[in-house]
């Protein structure tokens, strides 16, 4: 009996674990110039937030859609991303609540910030990036110090 419920437990891990790997890559070679475009491209990352709240890889993938969105309406190629950042922001912040070892979502949410115009955010993501994610035998990274060098 104890056989089976390992075998279970394993079958349903390894399930869960090929369907986070199996969310596709956002495609940034591709304009999404209309809104029902856009909401078809983020639909996997939606679904698989609906299936697993935690999931830290379809959070990024969906801050990292709503960043490109924005960029793109930025640029007079996206209309219906008028108020994408916010959306980036949060969703990416998810990311890193879910999986603070993942550098990918600090990247993107350094990015977010620096477009929101808040450098302070942008820099404190950087710190906690480097403080998450940097292996423990490494040597403790500094904080930059201000008025420090180069200033």
């Known amino acids: 009996m104890r056989l089976i419920a390992s075998a279970t437990v394993i079958v349903l891990l390894s399930a869960a674990l090929a369907a986070a790997q199996a969310l596709p890559v956002f495609n940034t070679a591709r304009l999404y110039t209309t809104d029902a475009e856009f ?7 939606q679904q698989a937030i609906t299936a697993n709240a935690r999931n830290a890889r379809a959070h990024y993938w969906l801050g ?6 924005h960029t ?10 008028s108020g994408f950042l916010p959306k980036a922001i949060e969703s990416l912040t998810k990311a890193i609540e879910a999986d603070p070892k993942m550098i990918e979502p600090y990247l993107s949410l350094h990015d977010a910030y620096a477009l929101a115009g808040d450098e302070e955010k942008a820099n404190k993501v950087t710190m906690q990036m480097f403080e998450n994610t940097r292996p423990k035998w490494l040597t403790p990274f500094p904080a930059p110090q201000p008025g420090g060098p180069g200033r």
């Open 39 to 45: 909401n078809r491209a983020i639909q996997p990352y």
């Open 64 to 69: 990292f859609a709503y960043l490109y969105a």
């Open 72 to 81: 793109l309406w930025k640029q007079g190629g996206a209309r219906y991303a």
